[in-house]
């Protein structure tokens, strides 16, 4: 069975960039999270999708903003790139929408920016 | 929101060496996952234990939920267990799920 997989692996942009990241949940999985590791910040919260909706997100600006499609993979978009979203930003999915069933991760997508 | 407090931050051990690391969480939770993040930033699962006890070969780890803690238990350490040991929480409120509320993590070092 596949795992979560993310793409591109690494992405570098400029300030005031866009960028898009993509994941791919397990197979019949149909949630999505995104999460920020960040240096000195540890590992953040960013969104949750499940069926094709936002259902929560974290403390974060709206210029980070995603979509679920309706085979459930995930795309995260950050506009107006700023040097500090320069992170490894990881994706996860899980089976159903009560958030008590384990995340898988992929590998993440390390966005810099220059 | 949910507090997540790790400890020891840094440890550092010899190969074949036992290690208790802890978890302590300020609120119920639905969720508690433990992982190992390596040096290449992948995040690998170890445990799904929001109560309870489980054993994978020399890891083990404890939850005891209603004290609100959790163990992850390191036994005859591998060069390769060397990483950052994230402890994270999921719980539930306002009818709907949040994400995982991460730990700052501990990290182990160990030496052959």
């Known amino acids: 069975e596949a795992g979560v997989t993310q793409s591109p692996t690494h992405l570098i942009k400029t300030r005031g960039q866009q960028a898009t990241l993509r994941c791919s949940p397990i197979?019949?999985?149909?949630?999505v999270y995104w999460y920020q590791q960040a240096l000195g910040l540890g590992l953040q919260f960013l969104l949750w999708?499940?069926?094709?909706?936002?259902?929560n997100r974290g403390n974060f600006p709206p210029r980070f903003s995603g979509r679920q499609f309706p085979n459930y993979s995930s795309e995260l978009n950050v506009n107006a790139l700023e040097l500090e979203d320069s992170a490894l930003y990881l994706c996860?999915?899980?089976?159903?929408?009560?958030?008590?069933?384990?995340?898988?991760f992929g590998d993440g997508t390390r966005l810099s920016i220059l | 929101g949910i507090q997540v407090e790790q400890s020891p931050p840094d440890l550092i051990l010899q190969e074949g060496a036992n290690s208790t690391l802890r978890c302590n969480f300020s609120?119920?939770?639905?969720?508690l996952q433990w992982f190992h993040q390596n040096p290449w930033g992948q995040l690998i699962n170890l445990f799904y234990?929001?109560?309870g006890t489980k054993q994978n070969g020399r890891l083990s780890a404890t939850t005891v939920a209603t004290e609100r803690y959790s163990l992850l238990y390191i036994s005859s350490s591998q060069t390769t267990d060397s990483g950052v040991y994230f402890c994270a929480v999921g719980s539930h409120s306002g009818g709907g799920a949040d994400g995982l509320t991460f730990g700052k993590g501990t990290h182990l070092i160990i030496q052959p």
């Open positions: 609120d119920s939770v639905n969720n």
């Open positions: 234990i929001p109560s």
């Open positions: 996860a999915s899980s089976w159903g929408d009560r958030g008590n069933q384990p995340q898988h």
């Open positions: 197979s019949g999985h149909t949630s």
């Open positions: 999708y499940d069926e094709g909706e936002e259902r």
